[in-house]
């Protein structure tokens, strides 16, 4: 097993049980280029044994993942040419200039991967807690079975802080559904977990000293089943909401997506490939909080 430096692997009841945590509590679990890599080396080699049944992907500290970094110190030295590069970097479109070398990069690093993550031959389990935010979502998203803590809020707040009309894996209107998403998109609210329950995005809600334990208990229970039955439902599954649009559509918005990133770079004289204060956005550092979306209300003071 590799040595990773931003995640955890640890097995369970014989190994038939594997949690993976994403491990930067200090920067809120923010998703840099290094973590990004290891996570998707940890579902293939859990992917690849034979005797794992059932996947757990969790974060370490307060919150489960705040989305994809936005330009710590880390961030920068993993994309500044030199011997702290990330050596992603330089591959799958890295060496191109303009919009191929950004439509590549993340068309294999937060596109393609998270589909393949969505089709491992495991049975997968997000356990989530604190904030779960734009790129989170993509993570959560990509598991079969999402288990919260009571405290988790779910947003996607690229669209008010940055002119993004949503992350690279599209997946809102299929689990918020549609007019939800275009009122949190538009907003940058948030649903809290109990809604999510609501809507069937999440299967079981725990309180936060015992999601752990719980979702052990919750995996050991389908590890139960055989395992060609637990791939053949999840496959049933997958393959009906793919007959319904959902990998053709996922395909269309990251092209989409990508069509956002060159309009900002475009008219910006530095190609600044997102929306910032002289857009009329508010710097992301800056932005206000986030706050929770109440039907009665259109701005929550409380």
Known sequence: MPDYRYLTYETFDQGTIVRIMLNRPEARNAQNRGMLVELDQAFLAAEADDAVRVVILGGNGQMFS???????????EERTPGPNAHPSTIVNGGTRVGTKKRMLQEWHHFFVNT??????????????????????LMLAWACDLIVGSDDVVFCDVVGTRLGMCGVEYFAHPWEFGPRKTKEL??????IDVNEAYELGMVSKVFPQESLSEKTLEFA??????????????????????DQMGFSNAMAACFSIHQLNHSHWAEIHDDNAAIADVRDGIPHWKDAPPIRASKRDQVVFEG
Request: charged share 15%; proline share 2%; aromatic share 4%.
């Open 220 to 241: 050991r229970r389908i590890a139960q089943v055989p395992t060609m039955t637990a791939l053949l439902v999840k496959e049933s599954v997958n393959q009906t909401v």
């Open 185 to 190: 998109m538009l907003t940058g609210d948030s």
């Open 66 to 76: 705040s989305g994809h970094d936005m330009g710590s110190s880390l961030f920068l």
């Open 115 to 136: 589909m393949r993550w969505r089709a491992l031959r495991k049975i997968t389990i997000a356990q989530v807690q604190g904030g779960v935010f734009a790129g989170g």
